[in-house]
């Protein structure tokens, strides 16, 4: 299998790529600048200049783009629509680091977890924007996507357990009442989805144990 991460250097993207490497996959690294992971293969491009061509022959695409300054908020959606344009029509499926701010509090789908008054006021910004990001998605019936939300509480340097609960659109909690999983955790299950395929066109979440 052939998976392209895109902003490999990232924090998520080192360890989706790291994920990916350690279990045989034929995977590259899409950087800027120098790779900085174990990814066998480099390709040096700006992930607003990507284009079909560079994307070609993969299998799986992953997203790992993330910004968190409130000026680049909207490069969430933008460099989405940048790669869903390259894959427009293709086989090759698409998968994205997305936010667990846009998930669903009740079963009808009309509140979201960054609309809620407990919600930090601090990352509503960015959970809006990548709601819009998700939003916009949905409208891409030409690409095959999965979003893939992590737990609220993301930790980046939490250790690996090597387990995960996957959960679907709504906001879902562990046994001990917890909503969190660490980076190293979430790449396990980013890597399961792309071997796996099972949720096209879909967004799912994923929790730690």
């Known amino acids: 299998m052939k998976i392209a ?12 790529t790291g994920e990916a490497v350690s279990r045989g996959l034929d995977v590259t690294a899409v950087v800027r600048g120098s790779n900085k992971t174990d990814a066998p293969h480099t390709l040096v491009k700006d992930i607003l200049d990507i284009k079909a061509e560079d ?6 695409v992953i997203d790992a783009f993330g910004t968190f300054a409130p000026e680049t908020f909207g490069m969430h959606t933008k460099t989405l629509m940048t790669l869903c344009d390259a894959l ?13 701010g846009s998930l669903y509090l009740n079963p009808e789908h ?23 990001q998700l939003a916009e998605l949905r ?34 909690v562990n046994k001990k009442g917890e909503s969190v999983i660490s980076y ?18 879909q967004r799912i979440s994923v929790l730690g144990e």
């Open 139 to 172: 409208k891409r019936n030409d690409v095959k996507w999965t979003f893939v939300s992590p737990a609220a509480d993301f930790q980046a340097d939490a250790p690996r357990t090597g387990k995960y609960i996957l959960a679907g659109e709504e906001f879902t």
């Open 110 to 132: 009309t509140a979201q977890l960054y609309q809620s008054p407990d919600f930090p006021e601090i990352y509503k910004p960015l959970a809006e924007a990548q709601a819009k």
């Open 184 to 201: 190293a955790d979430y790449a396990i299950a980013m890597v399961d989805e792309a071997v796996k395929g099972n949720h096209i066109k």
């Open 55 to 60: 994307l070609k022959g993969f299998d799986v």
């Open 88 to 100: 427009s029509g293709s086989e090759t499926r698409l998968l994205v680091v997305g936010g667990a």
């Open 5 to 16: 991460v895109v902003c490999a250097n990232g924090k998520a993207g080192r360890l989706i």
